[in-house]
């Protein structure tokens, strides 16, 4: 559905991306992950046909991506980062904009309609800005397009909605959708995605799917009171926080779980690690225990 290769785009002297070869197979969730200024944005624009690129090639929907190409426009449901319509019309004036132009099907646009809480009444402009990116979710979705690409769509709305929106995703991709998605959240990544794509300066740095992420991860074990000196093949010392004492763990479970068996503790909590934990050094956050 999407191929790029060795993709470059500078803004004048500045980096937009450097060099991004990836590929998002047909009816998968495709998670793009990177720190602000990565070059996320950059990408979705050159795929849409809204930014040249300078060099690499970038296949969508099997066609060489060209500047204004509507074609492909047809089979894409695009929502960007932030949404921008005519401020003084109504909510349901914009939507029936963009339902003339397209093959929509009324219950599944009320459904999201309804799903989404979104009320036609209100002009775009008094909306806020969650509920202005409800009005983005739901135009981009109408259509029941081929492939959805979607940048950062939840930022900015409530837990609840947060969550319909993900089931909304799960439903498309049943349906027969690809989706390509970029966020900062990555519990909602964890959750949604099948692969998962890190940009950091402008670079792919890996592509996994979320099965080997969760495979190949260590888990974490903390047992309290502090002991320093567990030694089991696989398990590290990390550190010390409070009365507990932090490792990592790579292994068979059930050899850790012998180990641990004639030892006393107070407490002991094993537990895999999260997206948050396994990306947070490509972030150059601190390591989260
Ligand atoms: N119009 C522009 N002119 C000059 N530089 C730009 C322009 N648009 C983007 N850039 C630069 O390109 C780089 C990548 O930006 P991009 O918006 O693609 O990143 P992003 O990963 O989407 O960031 P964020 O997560 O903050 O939305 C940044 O360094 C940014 O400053």
């Known amino acids: 559905m999407i191929k790029t290769k060795h993709l470059k785009k500078y803004y004048g002297s500045s980096r937009g991306i450097e060099d991004v070869t990836l590929s998002v197979k047909q009816g998968e969730i495709f998670g793009f992950v990177g720190p602000n200024g990565s070059g996320k944005t950059t990408l979705i624009r050159i795929l849409l046909g809204l930014l040249s690129t300078d060099s690499g090639q970038a296949e969508i929907l099997n066609q060489e991506v060209s500047i204004g190409n509507h074609l492909i426009n047809e089979h894409i449901g695009y929502m960007p980062s932030e949404s921008h319509f005519f401020n003084e019309l109504k909510v349901k004036v914009i939507m029936d904009f963009f339902r003339s132009m397209r093959n929509v099907d009324e219950n599944y646009l009320n459904h999201l309609i309804s799903t989404l809480d979104v009320d036609l009444e209100k002009k775009f402009g008094s909306l806020s800005f969650g509920n202005k990116k409800k009005v983005g979710i739901v135009i981009a979705l109408m259509h029941q397009a081929k492939l959805l690409i979607l940048d950062e769509p939840t930022s900015g709305l409530d837990p609840l909605i947060q969550s319909r929106f993900l089931e909304l995703l799960h439903q498309a991709k049943k349906n027969g959708s ?21 940009i950091k300066d402008g670079t792919i740095l890996f592509t996994k799917s979320m099965d080997d992420i969760r495979k190949n991860e260590h888990k974490r074990l903390q047992v309290t009171p502090n002991q320093d000196h567990l030694k089991l093949k696989g398990l590290e010392y990390i550190k010390d926080v409070n009365s507990s004492s932090h490792y990592t763990y790579q292994g068979d479970v059930n050899l850790l779980i012998d180990y641990l068996s004639d030892k006393t503790f107070d407490d002991i909590i094993l537990r895999d690690v999260g997206l948050e934990e396994i990306f947070s050094v490509y972030y150059e956050k601190e390591e989260i225990l």
């Open 178 to 198: 690809t989706i390509f998605l970029s966020s900062h959240v990555l519990s909602e990544i964890e959750k949604v995605c099948d692969r998962v794509a890190l």
